[in-house]
């Protein structure tokens, strides 16, 4: 067994700072009691069932309060977490919006009623939607400091000496993404104030099981660059010169900042804990002594000359201020539900519509797929300042000094090859090998008004990306109430058929982002297709996930000319590209010209089929699916994923369900076996989808 070290110990005497007048020092407490006793209505208010929920802030007070005390919500950017009740009070959230989302109100700022109670987030004041998922925020504030330093360098103006604030809890340090967030905060010597909030647990578990020598600030102390404060969190006079202290290095360019605020949790991790089955009575009798809003209120009466009466007024004035918020938020409506479909794709910017349809104007030779999204990256590089591509090996070089050197890599399949030379290191770089801290990144960024265009290598290694993608940039609109929005595109290559791939080079697996609400994909089968639906994608208002086939890169038969820099498809739009009266097969990626060769052999079999490319499966185009099945009576459904649980098998249930007395024979499906892609080009073949397959399943169905 290993040794245990010993748990941080409060300094034995006060702490005073000097750059406290009087009425800092009443402001500051009153703040402090105000979150205090918010919390406690919160507690009253869910035991009499008025709220749905609650967690608290109660311990953290000292240090929230401090922090807000140093920053500017007019200038600083903030991605708090759940028990930063009193930083947001601080910063002017008001108790009556805190309310308004404890009952979840239509009026909540925060989500309208979408968000539970203390995920905070307010668009005036730069706080930003949170999120469940402990330590996902860390990326997405190191992106958002990215954005902060770029952004003037587009515009040609001064830089602005702006801050993020990130929290967390000591539990959530234990997240990879927390590492990866230090990172390239470190790397880039961003402005990144890392608060970690250590009360000694992450719910039941002690730190000492979370974090080796129980102590983050020690762990982390050999990153480059990396400030490191350790304080009394618990001490607001403390905890304002650590702050103070910290804010002044990274205005200044010192770069990131960790902040070891230490910190207690005299209630339960939540209300639906019993903190008294973990934790022992001297231990909390310990804890009870630091309380940081008893402590400081004895302090201002036996060190600053603060009477008892005038001390009591404040507390009359916040227990009046929480009655009436208390009363505007018991009163205020809930959402309609009706609205709940309201924001899960931009309401602003329409990428169905005919404002993506653009002119095609033909030119030079016919490129292949991978020339084209190449060719659409640069014009819109070049279009519109705010696009940024990154990735892993994007660039064409390492280091900018060697661009002269080098032909360039590109990507390892070219696809951005030559960019970063065109349009510099501000725009098109690297990344580190890590698909969560692109994602994350890239939301930060976004939340700014920049475009990111970004690349993950091979989809088979998306899922570390996963709950970035999910939790994070698809919700991001719905989930803030359309206060906050991503509109990041992913770019990934997928899929098989190339020889040799296997198990990790050869997943489909689209079904999982296309049952994401909030997330648009795409999976374009030609060169043209690719080129214009990228644009579609670079210029929507949404999140998307750009599926490029590896397999269709550099085919001769799926070639196009340049189309033009407007030339764009909107999504939802289906392409026709055989004509047919028999039978309908529905498809889309490197199935789409399997299904043709399969309609041609079909047609010398006297069986006429109609061939749809669906392009986009979010949204897809029902239009041209139903308009079709209804004049040929037979549907086949053909993709690339197993055959379980795809996206094939939710096009069929539909294609029954509403088109049933449509249909003169069961809706079939022809996709891969239900295991991974092997390695042999044998084992592979008989896994995947092949011309034979469709070919077979054609006859059958038309002979049914």
């Known amino acids: 067994m290993t040794d245990i070290a010993p748990r941080w110990s409060p300094p034995a005497a006060p702490y005073t700072s000097t750059r406290l007048d009087r009425a800092a020092r009443l402001a500051l407490w009153r703040t402090m009691l105000l979150s205090r006793r918010l919390d406690d209505l919160e507690i009253q208010l869910k035991r009499q069932n008025q709220l749905f929920f609650q ?138 104030l890392f608060h970690i909030e250590d009360n000694g647990y992450a719910i039941s578990v002690p730190v000492e099981v979370q974090t080796p020598g129980g102590s983050i600030s020690r762990l982390v102390s050999g990153f480059p660059g990396l400030k490191i404060i350790e304080f009394d969190g618990c001490c607001v006079e403390a905890s304002v010169d650590a702050w103070a202290e910290a804010v002044a290095s990274a205005r200044d360019g010192g770069g990131p900042v960790l902040l070891h605020a230490h910190v207690i949790r005299p209630y339960s991790h939540s209300m639906s804990d019993d903190e008294r089955l973990y934790r022992c009575a001297a231990e909390r009798e310990a804890d009870a002594a630091r309380d940081p809003v008893i402590v400081y209120r004895a302090r201002l009466a036996a060190e600053h000359g603060f009477g008892a009466a005038e001390l009591d007024a404040v507390a009359r004035e916040v227990d009046d201020a929480l009655r009436a918020a208390r009363d505007q938020a018991l009163a205020a409506a809930p959402p309609p539900p009706e ?18 349809v653009g002119p095609l104007v033909e030119r030079g030779e016919p490129a292949t797929m991978v020339d084209l999204i190449n060719a659409c990256l640069r014009d819109e590089l070049a279009r519109d300042p705010r696009v940024v591509v990154f990735g892993e090996d994007v660039a064409d070089a390492s280091r900018e000094e060697a661009l002269a050197e080098v032909k360039g890599k590109g990507g390892v399949f070219k696809a951005t090859w030559g960019l970063q030379r065109a349009f510099g290191a501000d725009r098109v770089f690297n990344s ?35 709950m970035q993608i999910r939790n994070e940039l698809a919700t991001m609109r719905w989930r803030s109430n359309n206060a906050f929005a991503a509109p990041v595109v992913i770019r990934a290559t997928y899929g098989g058929y190339l020889k040799g791939g296997a198990v990790y080079h050869s997943q489909t697996g689209e079904a999982i982002f296309a049952h994401t609400p909030g997330l648009r994909v795409v999976m374009p089968a030609t060169a043209q297709d690719a080129n214009g639906l990228l644009r579609t994608a670079i210029r929507c208002d949404d999140p998307v996930l750009f599926l490029e086939h590896k397999h269709l890169y550099r085919q001769t038969y799926n070639r196009a000319p340049y189309p033009g820099p407007e030339f764009a498809i909107p999504f939802g739009r289906a392409a026709t590209l055989v004509r047919g009266d028999d039978l309908t097969v529905i498809t889309y990626g490197a199935l789409v010209k399997r299904a043709v060769d399969a309609a041609k052999r079909a047609a010398e079999q006297g069986i006429s089929v109609e061939v749809l490319d669906l392009r986009t499966l979010v949204p897809y185009d029902w239009a041209t699916i139903a308009a079709s099945v209804r004049r040929t009576n037979k549907a086949l459904v053909a993709y690339e994923d197993t055959r ?61």
């Not at 959230?93 to 539970?116: F, H």
């Not at 890239?442 to 899922?463: N, S, T």
């Not at 499906?669 to 991974?676: I, K, L, M, S, Y």
Request: charged letters at 15%; one cysteine or more.
């Open 55 to 192: 967690i608290s802030g109660a311990g953290h007070e000292a240090t929230g309060v401090a922090a807000a005390f140093c920053l500017d919500p007019t200038r600083d950017w903030f991605f708090p977490y759940y028990r930063d009740r009193a930083l947001c009070l601080g910063l002017g959230v008001t108790p009556a919006e805190m309310l308004l989302q404890g009952v979840g109100a239509a009026d909540d700022p925060a989500s309208g009623g979408r968000q539970m109670p203390s995920h905070w987030g307010h668009a005036r004041l730069h706080v930003v939607s949170q999120s469940s998922p402990t330590g996902t925020q860390f990326l997405n504030a190191v992106g958002c400091a990215e954005a902060g330093r770029l952004l003037p360098r587009l515009a040609g103006a001064e830089p602005v000496a702006e801050v993020v604030y990130v929290s967390a809890g000591d539990g959530t340090t234990s997240q990879g993404e927390f590492f990866e967030a230090l990172n390239t905060a470190c790397n880039a010597r961003l402005p990144v």
């Open 644 to 704: 379980s649980w795809g996206a094939g098998a939710e096009l069929a249930a539909r294609i029954g369900e509403e088109l049933f007395e449509h249909l003169d024979g069961p809706v079939v499906r022809v996709a891969a076996q239900d295991t991974f892609v092997g390695y042999h080009p044998q084992l592979e073949d008989a896994i995947l989808p092949q011309t034979d397959d469709l070919v077979g399943a054609i006859v059958g169905l038309a002979r049914y």
């Open 339 to 356: 609205s709940a479909p309201l924001y899960v794709f931009s309401p602003a910017v329409d990428p169905t519509s005919d404002a993506f």
């Open 432 to 466: 580190p090998l890590a698909e969560a801290n692109i994602v994350g990144r890239a939301i930060g960024m976004a939340l700014r008004g920049l475009k990111p265009v970004v690349e993950i290598q091979f989809f088979d290694y998306i899922w570390t990306a996963m």
